[in-house]
């Protein structure tokens, strides 16, 4: 990495155990052990909780949690979340689980249209954390019958996990204006090991933390960048840097969905297949589910993980956090697995069958969709900035 040690290691932290988690059970028992080992507090913050044995699991370990007298605070965006039932929520409140709606849709001043709470973090006492893309429903934990979506998760045990309780603190009482405020609490670091260091991207709060940790990587990698995009939707300045590390012999590779949730999504991405082929891209379609991961690991030793989404919605209209780890060992550990997929769940797309077997019409359908996407995502975000400026 070509980045000055000053640049290098800024806002990194030494002195955390940090360890890859995987989407279905694996990443369950994770949280639901944080739950239940929690002595004092737990703070959970996600996109989405759904009614359904994943997130009937999660309530009652927070349900458990607080008749421990452990105080249990809940954050859900209200849009992610809008599906989950009236009983649902008040089983939760009425269970001692103090839980809030972020941005509401409907205020004291009418509608409102405001940014999303895209992050999905659990943290525990202040003291272990876990970060990553994963939503709270059983789509993203499997079952006999259904492989669960890909994506990952980052257990960290540190001092790094003060910051992180703050930054939930933050959300709980800036939305919500709580009279009283806990402070983060400073531990002991527990072992040397990787640096860490939390990214957040709120625009509003002129936070683009996340979206820095990519550009310094596009701009300073020397061997490789692997990217697993779940809504992958470059800009024009992404693409700039995307061109660059090309052009300067940085081998770059994406594993992307080949049926995504999101059809117009998957459909604008197809347009910029060819443009990525251009520059040399790799491009590698994951076959047995949806790709649901937010993750880059670049020259064996950067790595992040979170989840924010490589496209302009995720950037400037959502609230959002990753967790970047300076570290040989885990990017290498990483970029093993991700080899792993790569050679036994993936289809490399070949750039010279990919434009001859492209008839005119899908052509057609993907550019319309590619600028509507765009436009549509670009105008959700003026909207909901505007509304916001008075904040």
Known sequence: MLISKKRRFKDYQSGNKVSLVKS?????????????????????????????????????????????NVAAYVVLDLFGSFALPFSFVEDLRQGGVQLRFFSPFLTQEGIHLGRRLHRKVLVADGKKALISGINIT?????????LPWLDFGVLV?????????????????????????????????????????????????????????????????????????????????????????????VKIRLI???????????????????????????????????????AAVADDIWTTIGSHDLNFLSTYGMVEMNLDIWGKDFAESFNKYLNKIIKEDCVRIAPEEYGRKKKLWNRIIDWWSYYAMRISLWLLVLLTNKR????
Request: aromatic content about 12%; glycine content about 8%.
């Open 24 to 68: 279905g059970e694996e990443y369950f028992k994770a949280l639901l052990d944080l739950i239940d080992g929690a002595k004092e507090s737990i703070h959970l913050q996600t996109y989405i909780l759904s009614d359904d044995n994943t997130g009937r699991s999660v309530a009652g370990a927070l349900k458990k949690a607080a008749r421990r």
């Open 388 to 391: 916001q400026e008075g904040e």
């Open 157 to 249: 045990e540190g001092e790094i996990c003060s910051e992180i309780f703050a930054s939930c603190e933050a959300i709980w009482g800036r939305k919500f204006r709580r009279k009283k405020k806990v402070k983060a609490k400073k531990i002991f670091s527990l072992a040397d090991g990787p640096l860490v260091r939390v990214r957040q991207n709120d625009w509003m709060r002129r936070k683009l933390e996340i979206s820095k940790s990519y550009k310094d990587i596009f701009r300073n990698a020397e061997k490789y960048i692997t990217i697993v995009g779940a809504y992958f939707l470059p800009g024009r300045k992404l693409k700039k840097l995307i061109k660059a590390a090309s052009g300067r012999g």
């Open 256 to 294: 992307l969905s080949k049926n995504s949730d999101e059809k117009m999504f998957k459909m604008a991405a197809l347009y910029l297949y060819e443009w990525l082929f251009r520059h040399g891209v790799e491009i590698y379609e994951y076959q047995p589910v949806v790709v649901h991961g937010k």
């Open 138 to 146: 059983d789509r993203y934990r499997g079952s006999k019958d259904a």
